[in-house]
């Protein structure tokens, strides 16, 4: 099955700076590749997702990148706020049609 | 309102107890899995299930059983429950393909003692 690693495990920045989360697949026929995010004490909720017949896509501060020949993909959140704090997860879909994840990233964003 | 539905929410039961966790999603999705979450280890994926009476093993199956006798439901059944089972629980559901949205239900915390 699909492998995803993530890194880093943790990230901390200063409000305002640029975040930057990624990960790298194992599968060249996954296409499917969402960003979930987890605040404390509740469930993932989708924030951004990419198709692999798209290089780069754009959600106000959120832009999840795609390098398929890489096989990597990464998350930027620019102009952070205290609210972005959260554990970010990253996610491959397989030729199988099963999602797979990565370990997850802690975001603190420091006021 | 399109939901993913667990049962119970919180439980703390012995070592050896049979115990289910149930999950039903309204949304008519073919596709549901299993994750259990332990601090540092993420979403690690138990069990998932393409559609009706198709289930297979996710990466951490050992000491656990689904079934899949209805589109709708996705019970996780611990047989002989041990304490390196206390962890938080999600289910999850999505529509048909390669893509499109996993709805998370909102968790089970389950504590073997």
């Known amino acids: 099955g699909e492998n995803v690693e993530q890194h880093p495990s943790t990230l901390s920045v200063q409000e305002g700076d640029s975040a930057v989360i990624k990960c790298t697949y194992s599968d060249s026929a996954s296409n499917y590749f969402p960003w979930y995010k987890q605040e404390l004490g509740k469930r993932p909720q989708l924030i951004i997702d990419i198709r692999s017949n798209v290089g780069e896509k754009k959600d106000q501060r959120i832009a999840v990148t795609l390098n398929k020949t890489a096989k990597h993909f990464s998350l930027h959140i620019t102009e952070t706020q205290p609210e972005d704090s959260a554990v970010y997860f990253c996610?491959?879909?397989?030729?199988?049609?099963?999602?797979?994840f990565g370990a997850g990233t802690r975001l603190t964003v420091k006021p | 309102e399109a939901q993913v539905t667990q049962n119970p929410r919180y439980l703390i039961t012995v070592t050896g107890k049979k115990l289910t966790v149930t999950c039903s999603q309204n949304?008519?999705?073919?596709?549901m899995s299993w994750y259990r979450q332990d601090p540092g280890l993420g979403l690690r994926q138990i069990y998932y299930s393409m559609n009706v009476e198709v289930t297979d093993k996710g990466d951490v199956p050992e000491g656990y059983k689904v079934s899949r006798k209805e589109k709708r439901n996705f019970p996780l059944i611990l047989e002989s429950p041990s304490p390196n089972q206390t962890s938080l629980y999600f289910c999850?559901?999505?529509?048909w393909g390669f893509g499109g949205e996993l709805f998370f239900g909102e968790g089970s915390r389950l504590t073997v003692l």
């Open positions: 949304m008519n999705h073919e596709y």
């Open positions: 999850a559901s999505r529509g």
């Open positions: 996610a491959a879909t397989d030729a199988t049609g099963d999602m797979r």
